[in-house]
């Protein structure tokens, strides 16, 4: 539990953190709220000569609330819970960010770090892509956009290059019937199953849906097809059982201590039905 | 008499005394982050050990080259079993009478295993140097499951033992085989099963725990070698004990050793043994000359030091077809890992399990325990129990609830017309016990009716119809448990570790100002003792317990004792004080008797004075008598008011319990919500109900955490599967349901204040009612044994297995 030794930056603009990380390459990491790379340095699973720590940059805080909402990458999850605009203007994004952990974590942990550390246990991510959200990465040459939806390529593996720096989180206003549910073991355990579900309704009927699932893949797992699946019902039975059959065609679970693989596929679909019948109650 | 003197009333409050909730003394430094623990221990040039530890459960140690660690700035020594050898401490002998690696001798046995010790000038140099140790390993078969292990042809783990077919505790009828140790009447058991109008029978298997205190293990050698003496400080639950070894393995004469066992955080039982760490920082102290530090973190805590429980209990139940319970039967597979290293007194290899017919009158009974090594950590420690206690209250508990299921018969019931009736205490048990003392109908009967048994049965009965109508998919389960504890451990006639009788002691000084300070050979870890055991002073000596000083844990300056483990701090070392308490007032009754100028026997004792038998007004007060001692020559009468008590208990004491715990089941994803529990403890005598409720929420909360989910698991190659805080659970207040609490009070006859112990009960009874209550919710569809622990995946595979997912 003790990391090896590793140089300790602390920039206070974006540019010297772009210039550090320019500087050391795959040597460095950007360090956010530390919740994820520093265990992993202790238990020596990642090694880097430089830690670049972003907590002094006050430009990657700001939360703006518009049409669409944009969000600091060093914004942490507690501020998430904390903002007022928020919680009104994106429900869904606090009733997740509630079910992240415990208060101590909360307070540090920040939603940059959780999209872009690419680990397939954090909720934030597919929470995102059922948002479909947009990362906003900065570069040596400037800044790009990338969706949320193709962010993750594999188990920590992201579109991020080693010299970029993901900087912000933008996204719609959603739709009305939202919910994030999720089981886990405890407070402070990965998902063994989390669905986030956003339903537009019209004349009683879904008019749009959006489908996402943690920790169920190698990365979150947007589930088109569940949500194509409800489109145009009442969010029936036989609407919920084609979702439910077209997410557990996308997600791809793997025995752990949570348990085997029939179990999480059970619980996937158990907990996507819930989420949607409690999205479809708000929509 | 005036407004200003106290009435008697308020000379009993001001005591705090027993059955007073005084605020515990500890939780000021506690609450303020101000304990000192073993890693606040710093030492001027104080160096860090840190070990290299097997990846591999079984391998041949083919090299290891220490080169390159020794080459890393900074890195003063790496010990090996070859530098070991030549002292004889590349093994050290366990308190089960076996053997054990200090470190790897030839070959690991385990993962985690220490294989070589660093020692540098800081923590962080030695974990780097740990990486560049190079160690060669060639890969043995693995067993990690106990009955594999039996097999004709398995793999021999412990090469060192080869053809040694006699062991600490009798023969051994295959290398992989410990010990098969018997109580009770075989053939007599046999019979009464072959011939029985039901028997019931079940594989109870109560899986492998670790105690995980927050705290985890660690010391600080210091050797003087100017003079001689080594300091040891460390977290251990028996610091008398650890000197005493110390010497033996070291050679340092036992007056040179002093052991501090300072503030602990948590031990229950983890803290019990001695482990690689202590041998490896004293060697190093006395090689370099400086202090060594060791602590241990929290994955080495879970992978390598003791774990507890693995016990496979094969169990046959007879009865009349009216639940009269005429036999039990039991045979233990234990699975022990690499090597015996379970800390029970020393001729009792399978600690008390023999309690296993546990609160019923059962005229025959019959239990073989067959210890076996596998390729896992050592241990088998009494978590949070006296030894194995919490796995005899599950068997049989677990048996009960079986056989009730088999009669088709309410299980409460079951209980009640099985209970040893009060009258006929003290009772002696088919396996060998006297119980003390008890009134299980008067507890059980208070327990039902507490929580309106009948009621929550017909509500079940009503959930599982709205069930089967497709209307909810909870079941509701209802857990009962019935428990006896064996504690207080225990007569020197047959109780000892190493040889050391199982006695403990007190000794107190009053100062001349009367106030106090008590030494006691027992440590505290988190129990109150300085809050509790100041309580029984009072009482027994009138001086406030806010005025009394108890200190604990420092081998120069307490007396010996064994430590505290086992419930055992209340009925030996509470006894051992409670007695010199007498000593103390016996003298002082001569000291008023003098200054009253009456005889000794026209006194009487009042609260906290001497009072003139018929002359009230004429009285001496404990502060007055404790300043006579010192400035008085009293004819007959050595100066000073100090006593001593060594207390050798007459036999061990029986707290008991009655819980019940209620659970709503769901059956598609496998989460338990416990939305009751009710806790009845009996402990004899109460000294602190805020200490015992304190007690019962702790244990009962380890309880939850063991049967819902709490576990050491290994893959089929030995790798430790849960080796962190996220596998392995710990609740937090978020997963800690409300208990209630309540009991009865029925004093041990032989115990001086009545006392019994309680720190360890709501673990032994806890983890039967939270495991009775998941089994009985799916009782009506079938479900006989789910094994523990039961976390959300095991449960819907038992809703599974049962067709419940449609």
Redesign the interface.
Known sequence: ??P??FDYHRPESLDAALKLLGAHGDEARVLAGGHSLIPMMKL?MAEFAHLIDLQAIEDLRDIAVGDTIRIGAMTTQAELLDHAGLAEAAPILSEAAMQIA?PQVRYMGTIGGNVANGDPGNDMPGLMQCLDATYTLAGPDGTRDVSARDFYEAAYMTAREDDEILVAISFPRHAPGYAYEK?K??????A?AAAAVLIEAEGGKVKSASVAMTNLSDVPVYSEGAGAALLGTACDAAALDAAVIAMLGDIDPMED????V??KQ??AG??LRRAIERAWKRA | MNEMTPTREERVANLKGMGCARKRVEDARFTQGKGNYVDDVKLPGMLFGDFVRSPHAHARVKSINTEAALALPGVVAVLTAKDLEPLGLHWMPTLAGDKQMVLADGKVLFQGQEVAYVVAEDRYIAADAIELVEVEYEDLPVITDPFKALEEGATVLREDLEGQTEGAHGPRRHPNHIFLWEQGDKAATEEVIAGAEVVAEEMIYYHRTHPCPLETCGCVASMDKINGKLTLWGTFQAPHVVRTVASLLSGIAEHNIRVISPDIGGGFGNKVGVYPGYVCSIVASIVTGKPVKWVEDRMENLMATAFARDYWMQGKIAATKEGKITGLWCHTTADHGAFDACADPTKFPAGFFHICTGSYDIPVAWVGVDGVYTNKAPGGVAYRCSFRVTEAAYFIERMIEVLALRLGMDAAELRRINFIRKDQFPYHSALGWEYDSGDYHTAWDKALKAVDYEGLRREQAERLEAFKRGETRKLMGIGLSFFTEIVGAGPVKNCDILGMGMFDSCEIRIHPTGSAIARLGTISQGQGHATTFAQILASETGIPADMITIEEGDTDTAPYGLGTYGSRSTPVAGAATALAGRKIRAKAQMIAAYLLEVHDNDLEWDVDRFVVKGAPERFKTMAEIAYASYNQAIPGLEPGLEAVSYYDPPNMTYPFGAYICVMDIDVDTGEAAIRQFYALDDCGTRINPMVIEGQVHGGLTEALAIAMGQEIAYDEMGNVKTATLMDFFIPTAWETPNYTTDWTETPSPHHPIGAKGVGESPNVGGVPAFSNAVHDAFRTFGLTQAHMPHDHWRIWKVASDLGLHG
């Open positions: 539990m003790i090896p030794a020596r415990d089981q073991r405890k407070i402070g355990d990965y063994t201590n949570r348990g085997p029939a179990f059970h619980v158990v907990i």
